[in-house]
Nanobody
Framework: QVQLVESGGGLVQAGGSLKLSCAASRRTFSTMDWFRQAPGKEREFVASISWSDTSSYYADSVKGRFTISRDNAKNTVYLQMNSLKPEDTAVYYC????????????WGQGTQVTVSS
């Protein structure tokens, strides 16, 4: 069983930055994605990165502000969030898939990000 542990959430003012981390107990998957869910809203995709190449993808709402990266040696994926807006407030989850597009095999417990105006 793989465990994903997120960290780095917190309270920040609009325009500020946060860096989230998602550490995997071991790596048996091909992609790692970030999702978020705001109160009363559906969970939405934020960003994705492949472990085997440099491909990454972003939701339009975060493109140009968020950057996803990885450290293979640490089995850790990061989400650098800049120019944060109040609408970025949500619980952020990381999710891992053994095969991209086949659904997610593992989820983290989530970390709260709150952006004040």
């Amino acid at each position: 069983q793989v465990q994903l542990v997120e960290s780095g959430g917190g309270l920040v003012q609009a325009g500020g930055s946060l860096k989230l981390s998602c550490a995997a107990s071991r790596r048996t998957f091909s992609t790692m994605d970030w999702f978020r869910q705001a109160p009363g809203k559906e969970r939405e995709f934020v960003a994705s990165i492949s472990w085997s190449d440099t491909s990454s993808y972003y939701a339009d709402s975060v493109k140009g502000r968020f950057t996803i990266s990885r450290d293979n040696a640490k089995n850790t994926v990061y989400l650098q969030m800049n120019s944060l807006k109040p609408e970025d407030t949500a619980v952020y989850y990381c999710a891992a898939a053994k095969i991209r597009g086949s659904g997610y095999d593992y989820w983290g417990q989530g970390t709260q990000v709150t952006v004040s105006s």
